[in-house]
């Protein structure tokens, strides 16, 4: 199923396991199953990840056994997916500032009640602990001469903090000891608004880790190798080379390396772009995130772990995207200069007001931290983390994930995608587009006795055989003798029919050969595309689409009319794909939509990536943004979503620099007060979030 339905509050979500799936026709077959089930909204199967999210109606009588049993009933095993509750989690993460803007609220009650010491001691937890990475990184920064929107915030929460601790007669003012107290609360709002921003931004960088890390999660995490005559279960990551391992069909291919014994097929769609299987005899090279389908074989080691495609998997998350957006390095740019600026101007300030204009220290100082305080950027630190938060949110909810925030500056701004076929555009589903038959038999009688045979087989062909019989409600029958020779065929007595299928070797299409009691009947096969004809011409109209792909030209040429795409590559290996790439980006920046471990290296040069939930798992680190919910049609909801999210940064920028370049000459001329100042730079923080809360 492609399409998700839209959700409310009163539908659940439940996450299966499945084991023993080898194609994505198996995949499609327990979609059918289970969204026949009652109460099933909808259900998105993912063959590469061995999983399943069911959307069910919040009913308390509906069976998670009964919906498990149903699956297990036609050769798969299925169980709920282990989870772990991030409620506390995110809790704890926002803890920490309500939990400071408490204590800030209450200080002027505790002054009020006599309790001097208390609110001292509260107000210097709040701006020394609480706030202390602020203090550390202005340090840092300032220990070089660099500025930061952290410099003033330390600035001016610290200096608000000493001057609440000086005496009136130190500050030679007449006002009384309360309105000097009043510094410290000053202070302490500085770094409460402050660590909500930070918060909010921890949170949506939370997210996009969590998502890789529930990804690595799947991967093997030992295997039984013959090392020195023995037998050993090694951690995936002591493989060496030299070692033996045996791998049974349906099972995931670990690590490279050759033949030793046996033969089977393999696919490889994942890694190479191929849609057809590959026969591996001995001496021939398997690749780790292969599958094997049809044989056992034993395997010698040919590259350790570290040089596996597993290990990349590890190395892209050790290298998630945990840096900040380029909106943010651009408001830090510009804080270099401001902070300076505004240091300077404050200074001025004090020295014109103490020198010049004759006010007293504490008014002098009044003046000049009233001014640092009103500079404070905290709506600039809420700008851009709010809106990426209900952002990333929002996209989790309609189905798709952004992984690197940066594209939401340059997302609705590339006028280039370049789609991958085999598993992208196409499903790796093949349909039977014709039948050659000059026999008695009918079209489904002839589907009927084929599908019953490749009912044995775990070749991506039969299952997709066997699925279209289903559709068609056609009861299997049951096959003797079967024997299977992997990439060649398969044959056995169907019906008292002896039946016997094979690869067309003399068709450049896909199409296999049947003979029943040596009637030769010829099948055509056709990939299933999974995106509809409406998304593709909506993008045909604003982008250019180009297809790049690794499979053969005449597939390709015929699959890109079907679509009604006009420029396709084929036969395009991994390197020549990413050097496709990059001549492409010397023109223009480019959109790259893939699901291979073969796509990955040009997932990762593209300006954008773009996975869905039944890519490789490589390919889904490797994106900026994963699918895992509605297909690709979903690609226009994100253009929508990126180009409005990329706008409401930029009013919420507006407000803020609006709110200090005008505010800072009142501060300068006297009008305001660091407790006006303070109150203002809240409402400024409010009405960014105000704006950022709106509807998306």
Not at 186 to 206: H, P, W
Not at 211 to 234: A, C, D, Y
Not at 604 to 617: C, E, F, H, L
């Amino acid at each position: 199923m492609n399409k998700a339905t839209q959700l409310s509050s009163q539908n659940n979500t439940l996450n299966l396991d499945i084991e023993g799936m080898t194609c994505a026709a198996c995949a499609a077959r327990i979609e059918r199953v289970i969204s026949k089930q009652e109460d099933v909204l909808d259900v998105s199967v993912s063959f590469p990840l061995k999983s399943a999210i069911v959307d069910i109606k919040n009913n308390d009588e509906f069976d998670v056994d009964n919906l498990i049993k149903k699956v297990n009933t036609i050769g798969y095993k299925a169980k709920e997916a282990d989870s772990l509750s991030s409620g506390s989690k995110v809790r704890f993460k926002f803890l920490i500032p309500l939990f400071s803007l408490f204590l800030t609220y209450i200080l002027r009650f505790t002054f009020e009640a006599g309790l001097d010491i208390l609110s001292y001691a509260i107000g210097s937890f709040v701006i020394l602990i609480l706030g202390r990475n602020f203090h550390i990184s202005a340090f840092k920064k300032i220990k070089f001469f660099d500025f930061n929107m952290d410099t003033l915030i330390s600035i001016g929460s610290l200096s608000a903090l000493i001057i609440s601790l000086l005496p009136s007669t130190v500050l030679g003012s007449d006002l009384s000891i309360t309105n000097n107290k009043m510094f410290l609360d000053t202070g302490a709002f500085i770094v409460s608004f402050i660590l909500i921003g930070k918060a909010i931004e921890d949170k949506v960088i939370e997210e996009s880790v969590n998502e890789s890390e529930s990804i690595k999660s799947r991967m093997p995490k030992t295997l039984i190798v013959e090392r020195g005559g023995e037998h050993l279960e090694v951690p995936i990551k002591e493989v060496a080379i030299g070692d033996l391992f045996k791998v049974s069909p349906g099972e995931i291919i670990p690590v490279d390396g050759v033949v030793l014994e046996g033969s089977t097929t393999v696919d490889e769609s994942l890694l190479t772009g191929e849609s057809i299987p590959l026969v591996k005899n001995p001496r021939d090279l398997v690749v780790g995130g292969s599958i094997n389908l049809d044989g056992a074989i034993k395997v010698s080691v040919q590259e350790s772990y570290q040089k596996s495609t597993y290990n990349i998997i590890e190395e892209l998350i050790r290298t998630a995207q945990a840096t900040k957006p380029e909106i943010q390095k651009s408001l830090d740019k510009v804080t270099q200069y401001f902070v300076p600026v505004v240091l300077f101007i404050s200074l001025l300030t004090f020295l014109f007001r103490f020198f010049i204009s004759d006010f007293t220290l504490l008014d002098a100082l009044k003046n000049s931290i009233a001014v640092l305080v009103i500079a404070c950027p905290c709506a600039l630190g809420l700008a851009t983390p709010i809106v990426l938060f209900k952002t990333a949110t929002l996209s989790k909810k309609q189905g798709y994930l952004f992984k690197n925030f940066d594209i939401l500056q340059k997302f609705g701004d590339i006028n280039t995608l370049i789609f991958d076929k085999t598993g992208t555009l196409s499903s790796g589903i093949f349909k039977i587009s014709k039948i050659d038959n000059n026999t008695a038999l009918t079209e489904n009688t002839i589907l009927q006795i084929i599908a019953s045979l490749e009912s044995y087989s775990q070749h991506p062909i039969a299952r997709s055989i066997v699925y279209e019989a289903e559709l068609r409600d056609l009861k299997l029958l049951k096959a003797d003798n079967v024997k299977e020779v992997p990439g060649l065929g398969i044959q056995g007595i169907v019906d008292e029919k002896k039946v016997l299928i094979e690869k067309n070797e003399d068709s450049n299409e896909s199409s296999i050969i049947v003979k029943i009691d040596e009637q030769k009947i010829d099948l055509y096969l056709e990939e299933e595309v999974s995106v509809s004809s409406n998304f593709l011409n909506i993008l045909k109209d604003e982008k250019e689409i180009i297809i790049l792909s690794g499979d053969k030209e005449v597939n390709v040429e015929k699959f890109a009319k079907s679509i009604g795409v006009d420029k396709y590559h084929s036969n395009k290996s991994p390197e020549e794909k990413l050097d496709f790439i990059k001549n492409k980006q010397l023109e223009e920046k480019i959109i790259y939509v893939g699901d291979g471990v073969n796509d990955s290296p040009s997932i990762k040069q593209a300006d954008i990536g773009i996975t869905t939930s039944s890519s490789s798992q490589i390919a889904q680190v490797a994106g900026d943004i994963l699918i895992h919910k509605g297909g690709l049609d979903t690609i226009s909801e994100i253009f929508k979503l990126s180009k409005k999210s990329k706008s409401r940064i930029y009013q919420n920028l507006f407000l803020a620099f609006v709110y200090n370049t005008s505010m800072i000459p009142l501060a300068v001329s006297g009008v305001i007060t660091p407790n006006l100042a303070a109150l203002a730079m809240a409402l400024s923080s409010i009405s960014v979030v105000l704006n950022s809360s709106r509807k998306l």
